[in-house]
């Protein structure tokens, strides 16, 4: 059996909920970190390229239907590169490199280009279609979070609760207390600032042009989730009425 191994890794900056990565699309993203990929390695023959896997939790919006395919097509990949899609919602990104490196193994293919794909701030709102003509049935969801279009059988067996929700159901059954979530927190936003100011990330990540109205692009090239001011007091008074907040871990888009 072939081994498998990671030749490169990058990525653009993480983004916050409508920050900086707002008005770029999900594939333009996907797209310009392929090309930049491929810049930074020469050697590599994009024709040999087997397939592109990348992960995408949301998929209602500019990222529908087979984001992976277009993201090599709008880098300029050989349209003989396939693409493929993976949804394990939050571990999308994962599972594609799980994916392509069981692909090498196998002997599928040599070289593969897998990873993930998002913008949370542009998923769209979902309507779905009402079953009669004039009916009333008619739902509308926000796409960027959470369920939508619930089968009542699924609610009923397994519960649907959001990430928020689930978090909350871990602090009563595991006894986690506000204070261990704020020193988590703390040490997870020191470590960030310390990769961040060392040059750690810069050597991972591709700066994206963001357009102006006018004058020349800016260049956005930091996670903007990376607090480096913020103390376990400030952290304390994060959400107090809930004990949970996913503004300080981070997300993208």
Known sequence: MKEAFIVDAIRTPIGS???????VRTDDLGALVIRELIKRNPNLVAEEIEDVIFGCANQAGEDNRNVARMCGLLAGLPWKVGGETVNRLCSSGMASVINASRAIKLGDGDVYIAGGVENMTRGPWVIS???????????????????RFINPKMKELYGVDGMGQTAENLVDIYKISRE??????????????????????????????IPQRKGDPVM??????????????????????????????????
């Open 17 to 23: 909920l409508g920050g900086s990565l707002a008005v």
């Open 220 to 253: 956005f090239a930091n996670d903007e989730f990376i607090k480096p001011s913020t103390t376990p007091d400030v952290l304390s008074g994060c959400l107090r009425i809930k004990r949970w907040c996913c503004c300080c871990v981070g997300g993208i888009g």
């Open 129 to 147: 279609k009402s079953s009669k003509p004039f009916g009333t049935d008619v739902e509308m969801h926000d796409s960027t979070f959470g369920w």
């Open 180 to 209: 261990d979530q704020d020193k988590f927190a703390y040490w997870s936003q020191m470590k960030a600032t310390a990769a961040q100011k060392n040059g750690r990330l810069a050597e991972e990540i591709v700066p994206v042009a």
